[in-house]
C-alpha cells in the first residue's frame, strides 16, 4: 500500500479514474473527494511545480477522457484538442495550490487557498472565448438533487467549493493529525447536505398560486450527419415537424418546441419557411420555438464584424445559430446563440484579432464561423416569458441569470445532442439542465432532437423524460414563477469572493518573500 501511495503516476491516473467515474452517467459523484485527497497528495510528494505539473497532467487527460471522450464523435481533431489543452490548464490551480501548501503553515488556511484557487480557475475558465465549462465539478453531481439545493444561494460552484474544501482538510488532516481540522472537516462534509436536505423538504412544486403553461415538445429524431436529415429537402423537413406536431398538441397547447437545428439550413426572419410556421401558429392558436440557421443584415457602414456580402444586395451579414420566436398571432422575431463552442462554432478571440490587424491582413470576418448573439432576447406573451437557450448556452448559468433577471417565468432549452452519438454526451447535458433548474428555482421545459427531452421541476425533479434515439413527441406542463433565488439576486459572489482571497495572500506571500529578501 505504501508502494502503490508513493508512486507519483499511481496516484495521478487514480485520481484521474475517480474523478471521470464521478461524473453523469456513472454518477459516482462522492469519489470527487477522494481524488482531490490524492491529488493534493500528489502536489506534497513532488519537489517542484514543473515536476507536479508533469505528473498531474497525466491524471487530467485521464479524467478528461472518461469525461469527455464523447467530443471526439464531432470531430476527432477538436475532441482531443480540447482534451489534451483542457488539461493543461487543470494543472494551473493544482500547482498554486502547491504554492500556498509551500508558503503557509496554517493547515486551515491552506485548505481555503487551495479551495479558493479551484473555484476561481473554473470559474475564470466560464469566462472567455476559450471557455469549456464541461468538467467543473458541480456537475458531476448534477443527478444528486436531495443534496445540492444550497447551489440556490451558491450557484453549482458552491458544489465544487464543498468538495474541494472537504478534500483539503481531510487531506491536511491526514498530515497534521490534528483534531481541529477534522473537525472543521467533518463540519463542511456535512453542513452543505443538510442545508439542502432541509431546503429539498420544504421545496414547494408546484404551488397552488403558480400558473400551469401547457408545452408540446418535439422530438423529431433527425439524422445529424445527413443533410436534411437525411430527407430530399427543407420541404420534407418542415413536413415531418409538421406531421409529428400536429399529432402532440392539444387545444390547450401554449407552446410547440422544435431543438436546435430543426430547420435544417439557414433562412431569414422573412423566408418563406418563418411564414409557414407562423400560418401554423395562427391556425393552432399557440406559439413556437424552433432552432434554425439565421441569416442576419447589416446597414453598409456597420462596425459588426461580418461573414461577408449578400450577392444581390451587397449588405453585409452574418450567420447565426438561432431560435425563431413565433408568437399564436404570427409576429416573428429570435434570439442569437451566445455562447458558441470554441474551434467548433466560433474561432476564438476573433474580435481581438480583428482589433490588432490594424494592416487588415486578414478578414477575420469570413472565418469567424456563427456569429455571437450578445443580447438575452426572449418570448414574450401575455402569459409567460421564457428564453430559447441553445446547448451550449445551458452550461453558463451566469448568462442564464440575464433572463431570470428579466422575468423570464421558466426556462427553454433546444439542443441537438445527436452529434455525439450514443455516448455519455447527452446523459451529462440533460442532467446538467436540472442544476439550472436549481439554481433559478425555474421549471425547464427542454426539446432535444435525439433525445434526451423531457420537463424539469424547479427543485431539479424530473417529470418527464424521453428515450433516446426515438421520434416522439409529448404534451405536459411547467409552472410559471416569478421568485428570485439568492444566486439571482447576488451572482457569483462565491467565486469572485475565491478569486479576492487568493489574490490577497498571493500578493501577500509575495511581498513577504521580498520583505525577506531585504
Not at 476561481?120 to 443527478?143: K, R, V
Not at 424552433?290 to 441569416?295: E, I, N, Q, S
Not at 480583428?354 to 418570448?379: H, Y
Request: overall charge neutral.
Amino acid at each position: 500500500m505504501n508502494t502503490w501511495f508513493g508512486n507519483k503516476w499511481v496516484i495521478s491516473i487514480s485520481a484521474g479514474i475517480l474523478l471521470g467515474l464521478s461524473f453523469p452517467p456513472i454518477n459516482l459523484s462522492f469519489l470527487s473527494i477522494p481524488a482531490f485527497i490524492l491529488l493534493f497528495h500528489l502536489a506534497q510528494k513532488c519537489d517542484s511545480y514543473r515536476q507536479l505539473a508533469y505528473y498531474s497532467y497525466a491524471g487530467f487527460v485521464v479524467w478528461n477522457l472518461i469525461g469527455t471522450y464523447w467530443l471526439m464523435m464531432a470531430s476527432l481533431p477538436a475532441g482531443v484538442a480540447a482534451i489534451l489543452a483542457n488539461s493543461v490548464l487543470m494543472t494551473i490551480p493544482l500547482c498554486l495550490g502547491k504554492y500556498f501548501s509551500d508558503k503557509s503553515r496554517s493547515p486551515i488556511l491552506i485548505a481555503v487557498l487551495q479551495t479558493s484557487a479551484w473555484v476561481g480557475y473554473e470559474f475564470l475558465h466560464h469566462n472567455w472565448d476559450l471557455s469549456w465549462t464541461w468538467l467543473a465539478l458541480g456537475n458531476a453531481w448534477a443527478n444528486w438533487i436531495g443534496i445540492i439545493q444550497y447551489i440556490s444561494v451558491t450557484g453549482f460552484l458552491g458544489i465544487s467549493f464543498w468538495v474541494v474544501l472537504s478534500a483539503a482538510l481531510t487531506y491536511q488532516f491526514i498530515l497534521h493529525k490534528q483534531k481541529s481540522i477534522i473537525y472543521a472537516a467533518i463540519g463542511i462534509f456535512v453542513f452543505f447536505p443538510a442545508w439542502s436536505i432541509v431546503l429539498y423538504s420544504i421545496s414547494d412544486t408546484p404551488s397552488s398560486s403558480e400558473e400551469p403553461i401547457e408545452v408540446a415538445i418535439i422530438q423529431p429524431n433527425h439524422d445529424s450527419y445527413l443533410d436534411y436529415g437525411g430527407m430530399s429537402g427543407l420541404s420534407e423537413v418542415m413536413d415531418s415537424l409538421f406531421s409529428l406536431t400536429s399529432r402532440t398538441i392539444t387545444p390547450n397547447t401554449d407552446l410547440v418546441i422544435w431543438p436546435e437545428n430543426a430547420i435544417d439550413g439557414a433562412i431569414f426572419l422573412n423566408s418563406r419557411t418563418a411564414y409557414q410556421i407562423a400560418d401554423s401558429a395562427r391556425s393552432w392558436n399557440t406559439n413556437f420555438i424552433t432552432g434554425t440557421g439565421l441569416f442576419k443584415t447589416y446597414e453598409e457602414n456597420t462596425k459588426e464584424l461580418y461573414r461577408g456580402k449578400l450577392q444581390n444586395s451587397g449588405l453585409p451579414y452574418n450567420y447565426f445559430n438561432a431560435a425563431l420566436f413565433i408568437k399564436k398571432d404570427g409576429s416573428i422575431s429570435d434570439y442569437e446563440k451566445a455562447n458558441l463552442v470554441p474551434i467548433v462554432e466560433r474561432l476564438p478571440f476573433v474580435e481581438f484579432f480583428n482589433t490588432i490587424d490594424v494592416f487588415g491582413w486578414v478578414d477575420w470576418g469570413s472565418i469567424q464561423q456563427f456569429g455571437k448573439g450578445k443580447t438575452p432576447d426572449m418570448l414574450t406573451t401575455d402569459r409567460f416569458k421564457t428564453p430559447g437557450l441553445i446547448c451550449y448556452d445551458s452550461v453558463y448559468p451566469s448568462w442564464i441569470r440575464e433572463f431570470v433577471q428579466r422575468d423570464a417565468s421558466f426556462l427553454t432549452i433546444i439542443t441537438n445532442d445527436g452529434w455525439w452519438g450514443d455516448t455519455s454526451g447527452h446523459h451529462q447535458h440533460f442532467a446538467y439542465a436540472r442544476l439550472r433548474a436549481i439554481e433559478f428555482d425555474r421549471w425547464i421545459a427542454r426539446s432535444a432532437n435525439n433525445g434526451f427531452s423531457g420537463i424539469i421541476a424547479s427543485n431539479g425533479e424530473i417529470k418527464h423524460k424521453t428515450d433516446y434515439w426515438i421520434r416522439t413527441g409529448f404534451s405536459g406542463h411547467v409552472y410559471n414563477r416569478d421568485t428570485q433565488t439568492l444566486y439571482t439576486r447576488f451572482g457569483n459572489w462565491l467565486p469572485i469572493f475565491c478569486l479576492v482571497l487568493f489574490g490577497v495572500f498571493f500578493g501577500y506571500f509575495k511581498l513577504r518573500k521580498e520583505d525577506q529578501v531585504k
